[in-house]
Each structure stands twice: as structure tokens, then as C-alpha cells.
């Protein structure tokens, strides 16, 4: 067993305690939905354009990859063809589903200029240890300077947070910057979110005091993870986020009745890989 946190499970724990035991322990089924898939299909795309040379990268060469990258992501996972339908039934009309990824995509083109970027990594998996804790994860790009400085970038495609909010977001850069700060030895010189739905980037200069402060946080949320393991007290927090989530039915907190902890709880509790889940994209729906 092999203790391990992402910035998705930390999120999902902060949040809702509930909410991690549902998806961590119990691995209740969770439908696909077509905001995140939507949030899927831009990441490949934005990922896919740096496969071309700088100065292909265009808008028009962009949106021509969001048919060719969503008929890859239903070669893979065909059920994802079941969340959009024609005029004639399904949940989401295609037409309208497929323009708002095309204006995610084009309005990245105002934030960033790819013709002048060559990502040093995509689609990166990133990981250290704390102690006996690996905290891991996935950075969307890394960009470094010909000095060796390193900047974070990670899309969104929810909407870009209020500044009540804003620290919450900043987290999960915070959480990417000290894995690679612990794992590299390099501190980030900067963290960026950008919000395609919005058309607005935050950002932050992290310092070490920064990312010692986050390391604190990580391990205190990590010993609450923890205590809640051992002593099956996962209790709801509910609020707002409630009312996208799909778990009511068995929430207490709506009168419902969790399933019965599994034997392996524990074990599941603090090692989700040990349940065969995965965290890509997770942390990337629209809802934000």
C-alpha cells in the first residue's frame, strides 16, 4: 500500500468528505457528461497543435483537430458517443456542443500566441514524496525558458473563479508547483490558469515560502484523509456543489443511505490507485 494524493482527491476531500469516500472507497459509477467531455476534447486539441510546426499552429488548424481528436476519444471510450444526439433525441444537440468547443479553442488564441511557444512537456505526470505520501499528478503544459525557469500552464474550461474563489483555483497550481519543486529541484517561476470559457488568465509567482505553505496544507488535509480512513467518519459538507452532484441519492445529507464500507476501506481510502481509478481530466469539468 502506497499512500497517494492528486490535487483532484484533495479537492474532491475539501470539498465533500463524502464526496472522496464516494468516489475513492465506495467507486460508485458516474456518468460521463457532456461539459467534460467537452473539457477533454479542447485539452487534446491544445495538446495535439504543438504537434505541428510553429507556423502551422492557427486557429483554423486548431479547430480543424476538435472532429479528428472527439472521433479518437469515442474509438476509446464509445459510450461518450451516447452524450450527443441530433434533433431527434439524446441530451446534448451536437451542433451547439461542438461551437462551444470551437469558442473555447479560438478564444485561447487571444490569450496565447502557440506560434511563439515550444512546450518543453505536455500532458505531464509529475510526482514526489512527502514522507511516506506521493503526491502526484498531471500538468497540461510545462514551458522552460532558455535560463532554465519553469512555468506551469493548465487549462480550464469551467468559468474563471470569483475573487472570494480564487484560492481554492491557485491550490491546485500551488499543489503542481511543489511537486515539481520537490521531484526537480527547480522552484516554478510561475503558475498559470487559463480559462477558456472566460477569456481570463491567473496567475502567481510562487515563492518557497509559498509552496512550503501548501506542502503544510497537503499534510494536514492528508492527516485528516487519514482519521477519516480509520474511523469511516466521511461526513458531508453540503452547499452549493451539491446541486451537480450525482451522488444525492445515497448522501445523508439528502436523507439517503451510503452502500456498506467494503472490506479493503482503508486501503482504498489512502492508495486510490489501489482501486484501479484514474484523476486525468477529472479535475477539468465545466462546473467550477
Known sequence: MEPALSPSRAADFMQCPMLYRFRVVDRLPEPPSAAAARGTLVHA???????????????????ALLPLEWERMVAQEPELATLLAHEDGGSVAVEDWFDQATAFVERWFTLEDPTLLEPAERELYVEARLGELTVRGYVDRLDEAPDGRLRVVDY??????????????????????????????????????????????LWIDPTESDLLATERKIRALWAAVDLAARTGDWRPRPGRHCSWCVHQAVCPAFGGTPPPLPADAYQRSVDPRSTGRTDRRSADAEVV
Do not use: C, H, M, N
Not at 486539441?45 to 507556423?55: C, G, M, Q, T, Y
Not at 499543489?175 to 490558469?193: D, I, N
Open 156 to 201: 480550464k474550461t469551467g468559468r474563471a473563479p470569483s475573487e472570494s474563489f480564487e484560492a481554492r483555483a491557485l491550490f491546485q497550481l500551488k499543489f503542481y508547483g511543489l511537486v515539481l519543486w520537490r521531484s526537480r529541484g527547480v522552484l516554478p517561476s510561475r503558475l498559470q490558469l487559463v480559462y477558456l470559457r472566460d477569456g481570463q488568465v
Open 45 to 63: 486539441v491544445l495538446e495535439r497543435l504543438f504537434d505541428l510546426p510553429a507556423i502551422e499552429r492557427t486557429t483554423s488548424a486548431a479547430t
